[in-house]
T-cell receptor, first 113, second 115 residues
Framework: GDSVTQMEGPVTLSEEAFLTINCTYT??????LFWYVQYPGEGLQLLLK?????DKGSNKGFEATYRKETTSFHLEKGSVQVSDSAVYFC????????????FGKGTTLSVSS | GAGVSQSPSNKVTEKGKDVELRCDPI?????LYWYRQSLGQGLEFLIY????????KSGLPSDRFSAERTGGSVSTLTIQRTQQEDSAVYLC?????????????FGQGTRLTVV
């Protein structure tokens, strides 16, 4: 079945460091890919998405490129801030009615000043 | 409503009791999801409703768990004979299904504690 694999956390970085959180997927068909973020004490919210191969999703300085050849959707940010501390979830949905949104286990990011 | 609403926000129940968790999706959203989030376990898919289709129940962990969606809108997740391992945050999400995939919007969750 469809699945998402994220790098294990927690990831601990200093402010202004470069961030990469790896995400790979297994899916039938051609999925759409998402990164969701959960800030402390808040609900999940969409960070960015990409719906087809080679698309780049971007938001709040974060980017992720849909790589079909490597079945990956790695999240990157050039310079993290303390306010980026959160749990990040990679997710996919196949473009078929009747399929659910599948999430990875989440990666906790902690940024210190 | 403006967003996905879940109630109650917190629920403490005794082991063996039944509980009902409610989700009000965004008006007009045809897809509705339930997930469970346990500490260190990420997001566990439970059940998915899409329009009038039969729900995908493949994620329900046991027959103590059931869910329904009345009139294609409000959904109730019921846990019978609760166990301590059922303690978690239960999240509901909804989305507007179309030929182009749109994002899912999440509620704030119901934190269930079984004592």
């Amino acid at each position: 079945g469809d699945s998402v694999t994220q790098m294990e956390g927690p990831v601990t970085l200093s402010e202004e460091a470069f961030l990469t959180i790896n995400c790979t997927y297994t899916a039938t068909g051609y999925p759409s890919l998402f990164w969701y973020v959960q800030y402390p004490g808040e609900g999940l919210q969409l960070l960015l998405k990409a719906t087809k191969a080679d698309d780049k999703g971007s938001n709040k300085g974060f980017e992720a490129t849909y790589r079909k050849e490597t079945t990956s959707f790695h999240l990157e940010k050039g310079s993290v801030q303390v306010s980026d501390s959160a749990v990040y979830f990679c997710a996919l949905i196949t473009n078929q009615a009747g399929t659910a949104l599948i999430f990875g286990k989440g990666t906790t990011l902690s940024v210190s000043s | 409503g403006a967003g996905v609403s879940q109630s109650p926000s917190n629920k403490v129940t005794e082991k063996g009791k039944d509980v009902e968790l409610r989700c009000d999706p965004i008006s007009g959203h045809t897809a509705l999801y339930w997930y469970r989030q346990s500490l260190g376990q990420g997001l566990e898919f439970l059940i998915y409703f899409q329009g009038n289709s039969a729900p995908d129940k493949s994620g329900l962990p046991s027959d103590r768990f059931s869910a329904e969606r009345t009139g294609g809108s409000v959904s109730t997740l019921t846990i019978q004979r609760t166990q301590q391992e059922d303690s978690a945050v239960y999240l509901c999400a909804s989305s507007l299904w179309s030929s182009s995939v749109t994002e899912a919007f999440f509620g704030q969750g119901t934190r269930l504690t079984v004592v």
